[in-house]
T-cell receptor
C-alpha cells in the first residue's frame, strides 16, 4: 500500500550546518508530496510541497525535489538555525482516498 | 495563507465527562476536515474524515460512538470525546482543505486533552 518512510531521528546539528532529512514514498501513480513542520506544542505547518516529478518545493531556505526515479523527496537546508529545531514530517496525498499519509516524523535539534 | 483554529487549546476534565473540541476554518470554506490524534513523540494518526453535510468516515479501530464528529457548516467541525477516560488523553489536531480531492491541508494548532 501507499506509504512514506523518513529517516529516524533525532537529528542533532550545530548551527549553520547543512541539513538533509531523507524521505521516500511508495504510491500508485504520482502523488503530491509535502513537508510539514511541527514546533513544540503546536500543530503542523505546511513547509513546502511539490505536485509532479522534478518539481522543487522551497520555503524559508528549505528545499525538496520530487524525484520519480528514486521515489524520494529529501528535505535540505544549506545553513540551519536554532529556530529550525522542530519535528519534520514528510507526507503524500493519497488521492484515491483523499487523505494524507504521513511519515513517522524526524525530530531536529540545532545547537547554538 | 489559510488559517485553521481550534478551541480550546488545552482542556482538563474528569473521567466520565464529555469534551467538545472545535475546529474552524477562518478564511476559507472547508468541505472536508480531518481529525488526528498524536501521541507523545509520535506521528499523527488519522481518526476520521468529515465532509460537510454528511456522516464522518472513521478509520479502522476508531470508535465512532466515542469520538463523535459533526461537520454542520463549511467552516466548523467538532469532535466530541464522550465519557472520556485517562487513555483518551492526547493531542488532537484537525486539518481542513478546500474540497474533496484538494491535496493541501491546513492544520489547526492542536488541543491538548488531559483526562484525570
Amino acid at each position: 500500500g501507499d506509504s512514506v518512510t523518513q529517516m529516524e531521528g533525532p537529528v542533532t546539528l550545530s548551527e549553520e550546518a547543512f541539513l538533509t532529512i531523507n524521505c521516500t514514498y511508495t504510491a500508485t501513480g504520482y502523488p503530491s508530496l509535502f513537508w510539514y513542520v511541527q514546533y513544540p506544542g503546536e500543530g503542523l505547518q505546511l513547509l513546502l510541497k511539490a505536485t509532479k516529478a522534478d518539481d522543487k518545493g522551497s520555503n524559508k531556505g528549505f528545499e525538496a525535489t520530487y524525484r520519480k526515479e528514486t521515489t524520494s523527496f529529501h528535505l535540505e537546508k544549506g545553513s540551519v538555525q536554532v529556530s529550525d529545531s522542530a519535528v519534520y514530517f514528510c507526507a503524500q496525498w493519497r488521492s484515491s482516498a483523499s487523505k494524507i499519509i504521513f511519515g513517522s516524523g524526524t525530530r531536529l535539534s540545532i545547537r547554538p | 495563507g489559510a488559517v485553521v483554529s481550534q478551541h480550546p487549546s488545552r482542556v482538563i476534565c474528569k473521567s466520565g465527562t464529555s469534551v467538545k473540541i472545535e475546529c474552524r476554518s477562518l478564511d476559507f470554506q472547508a468541505t472536508t476536515m480531518f481529525w488526528y490524534r498524536q501521541f507523545p513523540k509520535k506521528s499523527l494518526m488519522l481518526m476520521a474524515t468529515s465532509n460537510e453535510g454528511s456522516k464522518a468516515t472513521y478509520e479502522q479501530g476508531v470508535e465512532k460512538d466515542k469520538f463523535l464528529i459533526n461537520h454542520a457548516s463549511l467552516t466548523l467541525s467538532t469532535l466530541t470525546v464522550t465519557s472520556a477516560h485517562p487513555e483518551d488523553s492526547s493531542f488532537y489536531i484537525c486539518s481542513a482543505g478546500g474540497g474533496f480531492g484538494t491535496d493541501t491541508q491546513y492544520f489547526g494548532p492542536g488541543t491538548r486533552l488531559t483526562v484525570l
